[in-house]
């Protein structure tokens, strides 16, 4: 049975210290997006309804039976408009149902990281936004050993490498209408080691495993000083287990084969580098907390690490509001 263990409303002082009574039985109502009616409350201090569906994260939603199938598709590499057909709904119901689902991921994989010891590895994979004119960098940092996603980024890249005369005269017709494409991998991987930094342990080395790539040493030492260390390993090694970087290797493989947004030679591609990191944030919440660590476990990368005492089922994961912090709810 479902006990309220704060008042929903955040300007009431029940809502930071609730007393043991703070709320009384309120009537019921019957919403129309579930069969049994739910029981509303009353909060004794600010004199203010609500109800179980106050503390959902789907409290506002009309379909809310769609949401764990939604979420189970965005990780089988099937795109928006497929989900819709799929679900039955209409494309704009997905395209609203996935920000919603990214900025519910976003806040629950943030509520539960903590004390974090390492060691740690980090890489960056490749894709493009619109066009491959438009690369995109999507460096990945991951605790190796439990294969947790601890953060990701997405940063615009200027199209490098071996190209045709044919292909160097497309980038300088698209660079005249668009203007010179900026390198932003620095500010992308800069971003996921501020997130390593706020979820450390507070003593002990800060290891960092990684290809030979002079950036990482040069951000670690100046966001961590004296506690980083640089592991830099050969990036052109041979891709299989006994490559010091498999973990990474492999985490960026399960990326490119979850998300449509990563998957080479498809039409899938992100329009919008904004949409491809809110793609990664679902991701994260899926792999860490639903997914185990091997099909022939049960144990969750977040379990491994005891920041999950069990494995969450899709419907778990996306039942209760995360926007209120590491305030816990009693369910």
């Not at 210290?17 to 919403?31: A, I, W």
């Not at 890249?157 to 620095?186: D, F, I, N, W």
């Amino acid at each position: 049975m479902f006990v309220p263990p704060r008042c929903p409303y955040a300007a009431c002082t029940a809502h930071l210290t609730p007393t043991v009574q703070f709320f009384h039985r309120d009537g019921l109502y019957h919403p129309r997006c579930r069969a049994h009616s739910v029981q509303r409350y009353r909060c004794r201090l600010c004199r203010r309804r609500f109800s179980r569906q106050s503390f959902r994260a789907d409290r506002n939603h009309k379909k809310p039976h769609l949401n764990a199938p939604f979420l189970r598709l965005m990780l089988a590499c099937v795109a928006l408009r497929q989900s819709a057909r799929i679900l039955g709904v209409a494309r704009r119901t997905v395209e609203r149902r996935f920000l919603w689902l990214a900025r519910h991921a976003a806040r629950f994989h943030s509520n539960r990281l903590a004390s974090l010891a390492g060691p740690f590895m980090l890489d960056e994979l490749e894709t493009f936004e619109g066009n491959r004119y438009q690369p995109v960098t999507v460096p990945v940092l991951i605790e190796p050993r439990s294969f947790f996603l601890i953060a990701s980024a997405a940063g615009p890249l200027r199209r490098k490498g071996r190209m045709t005369p044919a292909q160097r005269r497309l980038r300088a017709a698209h660079e005249a209408v668009h203007g010179r494409r900026p390198s932003q991998s620095a500010a992308a991987v800069r971003a996921v080691l501020e997130c390593l930094r706020r979820c450390l342990v507070s003593q002990g080395p800060v290891v960092l495993h990684s290809d030979r790539k002079p950036l990482y040493d040069r951000l670690g030492r100046r966001l961590f000083g004296r506690r980083f260390r640089w592991a830099p390993h050969s990036a052109s090694a041979r891709r299989d287990r006994n490559n010091p970087l498999f973990p990474i290797n492999h985490t960026n493989a399960r990326l490119r084969h979850f998300l449509s947004r990563l998957r080479r030679r498809s039409w899938c591609v992100s329009k919008r580098r904004l949409r491809l990191q809110q793609h990664l944030e679902v991701a994260a919440l899926w792999v860490n907390y639903c997914r185990p660590i091997t099909n022939r476990t049960g144990t969750t990368p977040a379990q491994a690490l005891g920041l999950a005492p069990r494995r969450y089922r899709e419907e778990e994961v996306l039942a209760w509001r995360e926007d209120w912090g590491r305030l816990p709810i009693a369910h």
